[in-house]
């Protein structure tokens, strides 16, 4: 059994180690024993780009240097950058180098880890200042507006070790508040924090905890639904893979909170990565004994087990979930009874998110009001956000409530690539809407978003340009839908399906103009009528879609007409006569032959053929073919 | 209980009542298809939604609790536009072949599509995406046309206790069957059809034999007969409107004989019989230390399931076969040689009031008189009212006629069978008046009503019998469970697979959910049965004539070899995966 | 609708004995038919009715409760897979960065479409809901190798990694 005074050691013992690399600007002192600490990013964007080599490569050089006690390398969770993987940062300095490749390790090991000068070329270009000097990562753009709560350790600490945790104040939360703190103690500084839910509809965290604690039954349940399912979202995987002990702790607190001895974790099975890291961290916060029985001495009680999602984007539904995780297809219950009255099993559960979750051991530790301080009036603390699409910095960002998105997308997203035009951002996913140009200085919290016809959802931000048919985005999210629906209910079963036939034969050059009323009476249909927040939401995408982008509609319907260029139907491929010089590329490239001409001579595309990919567009090098 | 208001009128329930139980008490109906009360709960038809002032959206009343203060509306535009979309939503992939559909203008989908003048075609009308399956002896499922309001699930698996079919991938792509879609008799399917009675509309129905049956009576060489269960008299008039519980004997036996049949027999009598060979079956168990408890055998939806679900149970049943069965082998043994007539060259038609008679028909160890089948053809209750309004009979109207001699009278015993307990107390009345001749008692009424599980002990001169009743196959497993574990000892149980009896069988008559959530149909439909029993003075099956004579002139004695070979069958180990 | 695998079964008594060691070990925890299947698919790489079976009678539930669970869930798959399993993310990043045109030309250049396997059994192809990999987008997975920031004319080399 560990005491509380033993956790405190553990937190001495190593504190030093960690604070250095709390800094990105390089200015504490550095007391942690090595002369370099090099972090590499080892989350799944990184591991995609191929950090794994990065990190052999690191390993090797330091054996051949005999640098073993000089430097300590540690694989961390994601740093949010994910489109400049693999990430690596040498800290006490904290400089910052992007796509780093195995070959260039030798160099940097050479030069920076042995005579101290960081290597430039290899750094992120926006950390090199024009004098030469080096700026911390804390002022690039990326960062500088970001505030990090959420995500205060992934990239910091290693994952796979839980006493790196404690040293920045693991488990003390939990410790405080078995000693220290009775439930009611626990929901009320919850309620004070304004904590609200960040997986979906933003439902006060306090409250829930206290509907579940105000339950009477001789068993309760601690669920926390990391299954993640919107397609382009990863914030719940960063944190898993990054810091995972924080979910375990923040659960082990609800579960003194509500009574509950026995806590689940859905998570996806496509994150192999986060799997791994979870058990590893139970097993390791059971063997120290921050789980398991009679923790830190009291007569609180509380394990964790894992059960792994199957690919059912409908249990991130919290009653899908707990059928999910019963063993049965993953099919909403209707409510009431709600989970904190019977939940999993039938007893009293409280299902949160990874990231609310994330949020709750700094609650407790710096008080409600160190959290209400940011965000706004209603939506209190910090988003995260996974930031894609047509954007420069693709990655994950946290930022506080009350942000504008255009501060997330031309700030810290850096903006539009390739001179093109922001078009909309959508959040929320296949549930939730996009947000037009015109509303880009928009604060965003909850009631904004849902005002605008969006919402907050988990935290997707895609961002499109002007070359995405807003059309073609709802048909894409509506397909998904249609794909995820669990069937049980008929508005969601079936109306997702025969709403995505109207929007296809729109695509299509089919359309008329009273399919755009029936698509708004199924519209309002589904969001009435459907079972589970999936049905009632699946029709979002198309009715904000519709609300801001009218226009792209009637032009599909009355002009026959794809804007944007998007949809196949209704666009066609030409070549210039006069700019093509006959160079025959674009008829080898042509995967269906429709591409015919002599060499040195002006090319023509056979219509009927014509699949419309693209590639003969992609590849001509005179710019002599057009969409229409 | 809690106060709230429903479309303005106040109403007190109790608090855990829901929107639709409080709806009813106000006289407000509020249209359903998914819910089953106590079998289906589960809100996924969505037809049913009402409004909640100051609540957004539309919540689904079968499930949704009252609370003190609500106000419920059930009729707003709202409400309405959204139950007749949900309505055009499902007609938009339901297969509408109405005319030709055997539930039509008994279709719970078609009503409500009437009722909300709904365009049917609004949404588009797909093409057919499912094959029908009509691979196995009893049982058609046309998933073109299931709405997945999963009744036939719950049907399956909670009242049965089977789960041979289930709701199968997701989405759009959602359909209901077996696994791996296998056809019904390739599964652990008993066949019972309660499937088919909780189906609203007609995407499960029975095999139908129909057309043999035509033929057969359009063909001057066979000698047809027909005989009709006991359940069948207070179940028949359903079809042609008439008030649930009617006793249709008379009217019945006239119908069929309009038909063309050339005899129409009562099954009651071969109920009898099997009481004669099952009471002395089970005295001799009990004096010569043989297999207890005994279990009987008359419902072949239970005997497949103890084939199928616990073999070791195998030795409990008893050999006696099935009153159907019994009837079979006398008309094509007895009464063919009596007649003079090739048993070739009768044709046999039962009239019972279950899909799985359909199965037991073809069962090789029942047939053992020749090498024919014994009874040619099982029709339902709903099969012959089809017939009858397809030979343009006014029912209601027609006289009453009786069964023709020698089937023609039985004791009230035999009529009885047709509920549950009915069989045991039939079994009861004989084997007490066999172990004690001076046993005058003829009502056993622990054993009658509607309840799951029924139990009683009886000591008879000395001998203690006890016994226990099940309907509904979740509640036998729960009485085969206890006896497996020890916890319980009887020495006979009856068990008829569906809940309540033959009276409920899955080849009843289809009555809507409507109908179904409010009346007890199994106590009234019961209730014709023990008032025809009141009716007769003679109580017990082996005091029947007709018992007298069949012994006399033909098998000797209950459980002789005559009997033996002809009136008792073996079973088979079957699949239980 | 089941089609039945081209391929017969060919589970060892082995592999039979490790799902059931795995099944009994956990046969008293609530919810276990997830597991299992899970287990099963990773002995055997695919859910045939051989092993579903076995799965029903281990744990006594009918068979069709476990194929409905099986078909409910994407992950499971009732065919084998091919030697190379290619999964293409079909996610919002990779989407609006025009990964249907990377499925398409997989399926252009394998002969198959999304959710197929070659006849030789070299490949199959599926499409798959987000691997987190936004920043790479669009991308794709063969077996465990992730591939990023793909164009069309990338694939042929790819492909031809895993021919042979």
Redesign the interface.
């Known amino acids: 059994m560990l005491t509380i005074q033993e956790l405190e050691n553990i937190k001495k013992s190593k504190e030093k180690l960690v604070a250095v690399r709390h800094h990105r600007s390089g200015n504490v002192p550095n007391e942690s024993g090595y002369k370099y600490q090099v972090l590499v990013c080892g989350g799944t964007g990184c591991t995609s780009s191929g950090c794994k080599n990065v990190v052999a490569a690191l390993k090797e050089q330091i054996a051949k240097h005999k640098l073993e006690n000089d430097v300590k390398i540690v694989t961390t969770g994601c740093f949010g950058l994910c489109a400049l993987g693999p990430i690596m940062i040498v800290y006490p300095e904290g400089t910052f180098y992007s796509a780093v490749k195995a070959e260039t390790i030798p160099e940097i090991v050479e030069e920076h880890l042995i005579n101290g000068n960081p290597v430039r070329h290899l750094l992120y270009q926006q950390t090199v200042c024009d004098d030469g000097s080096i700026k911390s990562l804390d002022e690039t753009d990326f960062y500088k507006k970001q505030l990090r709560v959420a995500l205060r350790n992934c990239g910091v600490i290693d994952p796979e070790d839980i006493e790196e945790y404690i040293a920045t104040g693991g488990y003390s939360a939990l410790a405080k508040v078995l000693t220290e703190m009775t439930p009611d103690d626990v929901v009320q500084t919850l309620l004070d924090s304004g904590l609200r839910g960040r997986g979906g509809g933003g439902f006060p965290t306090g409250r829930k905890w206290a509907f579940a604690k105000a339950s009477v039954s001789d068993q309760k349940y601690v669920c926390c639904n990391a299954d993640e399912g919107d397609p382009g979202a990863f914030m719940d995987r960063s944190i898993l893979e990054g810091d995972p002990h924080s979910v375990l702790e923040a659960m082990a607190i609800a579960g003194y909170t509500i009574g509950a001895n026995q806590g689940y974790i859905y998570v996806r099975a496509e994150y192999p990565v986060a799997v791994k890291r979870l058990l590893i961290a139970i097993e390791q916060a059971e063997k120290l004994g921050v789980l398991g029985d009679n923790i830190f001495g009291t007569d609180f009680s509380f394990r964790i087990e894992l059960r792994l999602g199957a690919g059912a984007f409908v249990c991130g539904e919290e009653t899908a979930l707990m059928t999910s995780i019963e063993g049965h297809r993953g099919e909403p219950r209707p409510r009431p009874p709600f989970p904190a009255v019977k939940g999993l099993f039938g007893k009293p559960t409280i299902l949160n998110n990874v990231e609310t979750y994330a949020n709750i051991p700094q609650i407790i530790n710096k008080g409600a009001d160190w959290f209400a301080s940011m965000g706004t009036e209603t939506s209190k603390g910090t988003k995260v956000f996974a930031l894609g699409g047509k954007i420069t910095n693709v990655g994950l960002v946290e930022i506080p409530m009350g942000t504008t998105l255009r501060e997330i997308v031309e700030e810290i997203g850096g903006g539009v690539p390739n001179g093109k035009k922001f078009k909309a951002a959508q959040t929320g996913g296949p549930s939730g809407g996009c947000i037009p140009a015109e509303h880009i200085d928009v604060p965003i919290d909850y009631e904004n978003l849902i005002a605008l016809g969006s919402m907050m959802g988990s935290g997707g931000l895609i961002v499109m340009d002007e070359d995405n048919c807003m059309v073609d985005i709802a048909k894409f999210f509506l397909e998904f839908t249609v794909d995820e629906s669990c069937g049980k209910c008929t508005p969601c079963r079936i109306g997702t399906k025969r709403l995505y036939e109207l929007i296809d034969k729109i695509t299509s050059g089919k359309g008329e103009m009273e399919d755009l009323d029936k698509i708004k009476e199924l519209c309002a249909y589904m969001k009435s009528t459907s079972l589970c927040a999936l049905g009632q939401t699946a029709s979002n995408p198309v009715v904000s879609t519709m609300r801001y982008f009218m226009d792209e509609y009637i032009a599909h319907v009355q002009d026959k007409v794809c804007p944007a260029g998007v949809c196949k139907e209704l666009t066609s491929y030409e070549i210039i006569p006069e700019k093509c010089r006959g160079c025959t590329l674009c008829a080898r490239n042509c995967p269906v032959n429709a591409i015919s001409g002599k060499v040195k001579e002006p090319h023509v595309i056979d219509k009927e053929k014509c699949i419309k990919c693209g590639m003969c567009m992609n590849n001509c090098k005179f710019g002599a073919i057009v969409k229409k | 209980m809690v106060t709230l208001k429903i479309n303005g009128k106040s109403v007190t329930v109790p608090e855990d009542y829901t929107i639709l139980q409080a709806a009813k008490e106000v006289n407000v109906e509020i249209p359903t298809l998914c819910y089953l009360k106590n079998i289906n709960c589960i809100a996924s038809c969505r037809v049913c939604v009402v409004e909640l002032k100051g609540r957004p959206g539309l919540v689904a009343s079968c499930v949704y609790p009252v609370a003190e203060g609500m106000e419920v509306l059930t009729n707003s535009p709202a409400v309405r536009a959204s139950r007749k979309m949900t309505i055009e939503m499902l007609l938009s992939n339901h297969n509408k072949k109405c005319l030709s559909c055997s539930r039509s203008t008994n279709c719970e989908l078609q009503r409500l599509a009437n009722d909300y003048n709904v365009d049917e075609n609004r949404f588009g009308s797909e093409a057919p995406r499912y094959d029908i399956d009509d691979v196995s002896p009893y049982l058609v499922r046309d998933n073109n046309k299931c709405i997945l309001c999963r009744r036939c699930v719950a049907a399956c698996s909670k009242v049965q206790g089977i789960g041979a079919i289930g709701a199968i991938a997701r989405g759009y792509k959602t359909h209901i069957d077996g696994a791996f879609e296998k056809s019904a008799d390739e599964t652990t399917c008993v066949g019972c059809g309660q499937c088919i009675v909780a189906c609203p509309v007609g995407a499960l129905r029975e095999k139908t034999n129909v057309d043999y049956v035509w033929e057969a009576l359009g063909n001057p060489d066979k000698h047809v007969i027909a005989f009709t269960a006991p359940s069948i008299k207070a179940t028949l008039g359903e079809c042609f409107d008439m008030p649930i519980g009617t006793n249709v004997e008379g009217e019945m036996v006239a119908a069929i004989r309009q038909l063309g049949f050339d005899k129409v027999f009562n099954m009651d009598v071969t109920a009898d019989l099997t009481i004669c060979e099952e009471a002395n079956e089970f005295i001799g168990r009990v004096r010569n230390g043989g297999t207890l408890p005994m279990m009987t055998s008359c419902c072949p939806g239970w005997v497949k399931f103890v084939e199928h679900q616990y073999p070791e149970f195998i030795p409990n049943l008893s050999t006696c076969k099935s009153p159907q069965a019994m009837f079979g082998a006398v008309l094509k043994s007895y009464y063919a040689e009596k007649n003079n007539i090739d048993p070739k060259d009768i044709f046999v038609v039962s009239v019972i009031p279950c899909t799985a008679k359909k199965f037991e028909v073809t069962r090789e160890q029942v047939n053992k008189t020749g090498d024919f089948q014994d009874v040619d053809v099982s029709l339902t209750t709903r099969e012959l009212g089809n017939m009858i309004k397809n030979a343009g009979i006014k029912f209601a109207e027609l006289d009453k006629e009786e069964f023709d001699n020698p089937f023609e009278i039985a004791s009230g015993a035999g009529i009885i069978f047709g509920a549950t307990g009915g069989v045991m107390e039939a079994a009861l009345r004989t084997a007490a008046k066999k172990l004690d001749p001076n046993f005058e008692g003829v009502e056993f009424k622990e054993v009658r009503g509607t309840e799951g599980v029924k139990e009683a002990e009886y000591t008879i001169n000395g001998t203690t019998v006890k016994v226990a009743v099940a309907s509904g196959l979740a509640n036998a497993r729960k009485v085969l469970e206890s006896v497996k574990s020890g916890e319980k000892e009887y020495h006979f149980i009856e068990v008829m697979a569906c809940p309540g009896g033959c009276i409920n069988g899955g080849g009843q008559p289809c009555q809507s959910d409507s109908v179904k959530n409010y009346v007890d149909l199994k106590t009234i439909r019961a209730k014709a049965l023990y008032d025809a029993d009141a009716a007769t003075d003679l109580k017990r099956s082996h005091e029947s004539p007709v018992m007298d004579m069949l012994y006399k002139e033909y098998f000797g004695e209950p459980g002789g070899e005559k009997s033996h070979h002809l009136l008792h069958t073996s079973y088979v180990e079957r699949h239980k995966y | 609708?089941?089609k039945e695998p081209a391929v017969p079964f060919k589970g060892t008594k082995e592999q039979e004995q490790e799902l059931l060691t795995f099944i009994d070990a956990n046969k008293d925890e609530?919810?276990?038919?997830?597991?299992a299947?899970?287990k099963a698919q990773e002995i055997y790489g695919y859910l045939p009715?051989e092993v579903?079976?076995m799965i029903?009678?281990a744990l006594d539930?009918?068979?069709?409760?476990?194929?409905?669970?099986a078909?409910?869930?994407?992950?499971?798959s009732l065919n084998p897979k091919g030697e190379h399993r290619i999964s293409v993310c079909?996610?919002?990043?990779?989407?609006?960065?025009g990964a249907d045109?990377i499925l398409?030309?997989i399926e252009?250049r394998l002969g198959i479409k999304c959710g197929e396997c070659t006849s030789d059994g070299k490949f199959s192809l599926d499409s798959?809901?987000?691997?987190?990999?936004?920043?790479?987008?669009p991308?794709m997975l063969v077996d465990d190798d992730?591939y990023?920031r793909l164009t069309?004319?990338m694939l042929d080399g790819i492909l031809d990694k895993y021919r042979n």
Request: charged fraction near 15%; charge should be neutral.
């Open positions: 609708m089941y609530d919810g276990v038919l997830m597991p299947l899970q009715i579903q079976t029903a009678k539930i009918p068979l069709s409760e476990v194929y409905g669970v078909t409910f869930y994407s992950q499971f079909l996610g919002t990043a990779c989407y609006v960065k045109k398409e030309g252009a798959t809901r987000c691997v987190g990999a936004c920043g790479l987008a991308v992730v990023g069309v004319d």
